[in-house]
């Protein structure tokens, strides 16, 4: 009877002390965090109350609306404490929202607290990507909340919890996938005359917050912001249907890691067993039976959906649509996966055991049934916890804590090298406002972070002619290489200077023998726009 989920409490605390205590020698993923997303927050701290609607700081003036912050609520966070501290913050909190939505959620459906604290702390592990918000870690809890709604408990924490998701959590990667489920489950409710008042304002909550709180993004995604954005010029990528279905399907997607690969054959292998033994099935296991095989289908389908996204014919289809509609990432609906994949192996596991406790009477081979099961399903959360160990956080920064001489990564305090940029700024000798800079195989993000105005910069929105005018700077040197060339021209989010010798990496080590030749970049249009070093 005791309360089994402190224990996984402290476990998560315990998970997260080597990173505090290495401070801004840290290791995290840098991909999509250091290099954009992080920046979003900060300058949106810098400016927040100001009622700017420009960032003077890249691109020559970039407008409010081409760097939305994922999830709104964190702001606040950058707003009071420094930019480490509160990523730190950021990721703490998700990931105690991500374990305690989770244990209420699979509490909920079992009422089998240990199976739940164990699932609920391997989902909390997960490597999430923090900048994002709540986009995955937060859907456990607004699943409960909308279950406590529907059956009306727990009212008041429920929309709470749906208010603290939205904010917490981004329109375009989560935002329209609930409110698109929510909009079909209304109107089955509606059809079957289903008196639940509750869930329909809940969906109304969720639906007004998520505008209110995103109405930039959504006037310059719908509307004229003032310019004609680069966007018309995207390409959108094809793949191969089933390479793209077998890749999500065992690994799961970019910003929505499961590690579920261990929990595949066993979730599906207990499930047709249970298949062939339907008719003997307990009220509790036909349950049980019912939700994993709604977990399943669910997951399939969101395979075959996401594949469809990148098929060649329909993507021949969404480029006839116009501009905005064309370049939506329905295939987001595949952040759903993590969430699915864990359910299904957490009430699995309830289904062991109750066919364990539940014996009695029945022939020998049903009786060894359930304890074959429960072998294979603990050898398998064995490994799925290895797989998490080795892709979590916790284990880098364990690493680097134990042996600080060997390089396990790009630490913070490395990535964003303050001090070698506080030398060049002292070198300069100038106010930073009063000059701009361009930076080669050095990620825009870090010039930006230690406070220099740049004239590159990386932004899902700004300005077709812009674009033109800084492809005039790099144009010979993409001429050499079709595929950097091909990367600006059908796509050019990431606004930077290119070299044909180094393709799109922005990272030559400071112990590298790279030399440059025949670097060709237009230096009098680094002028036109104003860039002085």
Request: proline share 3%; aromatic share 18%; hydrophobic share 45%.
């Amino acid at each position: 009877q005791k309360p089994l989920w402190i224990v996984g409490f402290l476990i998560l605390c315990l998970s997260f002390l080597p990173c505090i205590l290495l401070g801004e020698g840290a290791l995290f993923d840098a991909h999509d965090t250091y290099d954009g997303a992080l920046l979003t927050y900060m300058l949106k701290a810098k400016y927040l109350f100001t009622g700017a609607d420009t960032y003077p700081e890249l691109m020559n003036g970039i407008s409010t609306s081409g760097m939305e912050v994922p999830a709104p609520l964190f702001v606040i966070l950058y707003y009071f404490f420094e930019p480490f501290m509160a990523h730190m913050m950021q990721y703490i909190i998700l990931s105690v929202t991500a374990f305690f939505g989770m244990y209420l959620c699979l509490k909920r459906i079992t009422s089998f607290k240990s199976v739940s604290c164990l699932i609920a702390l391997l989902f909390a592990l997960l490597p999430f990507a923090p900048v994002y918000g709540h986009s995955v870690a937060g859907l456990p809890l607004v699943i409960y909340a909308f279950i406590c709604l529907y059956e009306k408990k727990h009212l008041a924490l429920s929309y709470i919890s749906i208010a603290y998701f939205v904010l917490a959590s981004s329109l375009v990667y989560i935002g329209y996938a609930c409110i698109s489920i929510l909009f079909v489950m209304c109107c089955y409710f509606l059809i079957r005359k289903k008196g639940v008042k509750h869930f329909y304002i809940g969906s109304i909550v969720l639906l007004v917050l998520y505008i209110l709180s995103n109405l930039d993004l959504i006037y310059g995604t719908f509307f004229s912001d003032g310019f004609i954005s680069h966007r018309v010029e995207f390409e959108l990528v094809t793949a191969p249907f089933w390479s793209s279905f077998q890749s999500v399907f065992l690994a799961s997607a970019e910003l929505a890691v499961s590690c579920h690969y261990y929990l595949i054959v066993p979730i599906f292998v207990l499930h047709l067993i249970e298949t062939c033994r339907y008719k003997h099935l307990t009220a509790k296991e036909k349950k049980a039976y019912k939700f994993i095989s709604f977990c399943l289908i669910s997951i399939l389908l969101l395979c075959l959906f996401y594949a469809a996204n990148f098929w060649s014919p329909i993507v021949s289809l969404k480029n006839l649509l116009p501009t905005s509609i064309k370049h939506f990432q329905f295939h987001r609906f595949c952040f759903f996966l993590p969430i699915l994949w864990y359910l299904a192996a957490g009430v699995s596991l309830w289904e062991i055991w109750e066919m364990r406790i539940s014996f009695k009477n029945r022939s020998l081979f049903n009786c060894l049934i359930p304890y074959v099961k429960v072998i294979a399903m603990v050898l398998f959360m064995a490994m799925t916890i290895i797989t998490i160990r080795r892709e979590s956080i916790y284990r880098w920064n364990l690493n680097q804590l134990n042996n600080p001489s060997v390089d396990y990564g790009i630490t913070f305090e490395e990535y964003f090298a303050s001090q070698q940029f506080e030398e060049i700024k002292d070198y300069i000798g100038k106010p930073q406002d009063s000059y701009k800079v361009a930076s080669l195989e050095i990620c825009n993000a870090i010039t930006l972070y230690n406070g220099f105005y740049c004239i590159d910069g990386y932004s899902n929105n700004y300005p077709l002619s812009y674009k033109h005018d800084f492809r005039k700077i790099i144009e010979k040197e993409i001429e050499k290489n079709i595929y950097i060339e091909s990367y600006f021209d059908d796509w050019g989010s990431r606004c930077y200077l290119y070299s044909a010798q180094t393709n799109t990496s922005y990272g030559i080590d400071k112990g590298s023998d790279f030399v440059y030749t025949d670097l060709e970049l237009n230096t009098d249009a680094m002028k036109a726009l104003d860039c002085n070093y």
